[in-house]
């Protein structure tokens, strides 16, 4: 009958287009978009604790030194003071020498200490070098995959639209009453409510079909169930 084959295409069609929803819904799943974002997210704010120690570490060298330098500019004060040879008493003389060799402790200390931190910001710039071009890596790849998604979403949902299409056409040229029919049936037996004859079989619940049923769905002037399923049968066209 081949109004019954139209309803088995709409059918097919409904069933189809479920199955592409699922797909598309279960989308995200698939590509580990939740799982990326959080490891993306996790793997910039490590980022930036390293440039942030980074950037403690170089404003710390540049106190250093700047320390430093303060502290040379007033020794060598003191010094010009010390050989300029001016109207100093020996007491002053040697207060002033005491001073000097003071500072000159002073700065050997803090020119370690300067050396301590350049090491570490040596370190922590190597450190954020590596974790940035591992961030940018992931950062790519993270591209990459969202790329595929939407590719395959935009498939997906291009598939879905042309599904509805077709099941739109379909419900034109199937009554209502047909579809219906098809709906509860299928709700019954499981997914179809219309199946075609499988050589003499039912293609529903595999039961063979009596030579009667066949003979009826041959004729197809009514609509024909199977006797075991109840789902409603035709010939598919060879
Ligand atoms: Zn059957």
Avoid at 197 to 216: D, I, M, R, T
């Amino acid at each position: 009958m081949q109004k019954l084959e139209g309803l088995y295409e709409w059918q097919e069609a409904r069933l189809k287009k479920r199955k592409v929803e699922k797909k598309l819904k279960q989308l995200p799943e698939k590509y580990e978009l939740e799982n990326r974002k959080k490891n993306l997210e996790a793997l910039e704010i490590e980022l930036q604790q390293k440039r942030d120690r980074s950037g403690e570490l170089s404003r710390e060298l540049k106190r250093k030194e700047d320390a430093a330098a303060r502290l040379e500019n007033q020794r060598k004060d003191y010094e010009k003071k010390l050989y300029q040879g001016d109207t100093q008493s020996a007491k002053e003389l040697e207060q002033l020498q005491k001073k000097v060799t003071q500072m000159q402790k002073e700065e050997a200390r803090l020119e370690e200490e300067i050396l301590e931190i350049m090491m570490h910001l040596d370190e922590a710039r190597e450190e954020e070098e590596k974790k940035a071009a591992h961030f940018k890596q992931e950062r790519e790849k993270d591209e990459e995959v969202k790329k595929e998604y939407r590719a395959e979403k935009e498939a997906l949902e291009q598939e879905v639209k042309e599904l509805e299409e077709e099941i739109e056409k379909l419900e034109q040229e199937v009554s209502e009453e047909l579809r219906q029919r098809c709906h509860n049936l299928a709700q019954r037996t499981g997914l179809r409510g219309v199946v075609p004859v499988e050589g003499s079989s039912c293609g529903g619940c595999k039961v063979s079909l009596s030579a009667f049923v066949l003979e009826q769905v041959k004729g197809g002037e009514e609509i024909v169930t199977c006797e075991n399923c109840f789902r409603m049968l035709f010939l598919p066209r060879q």
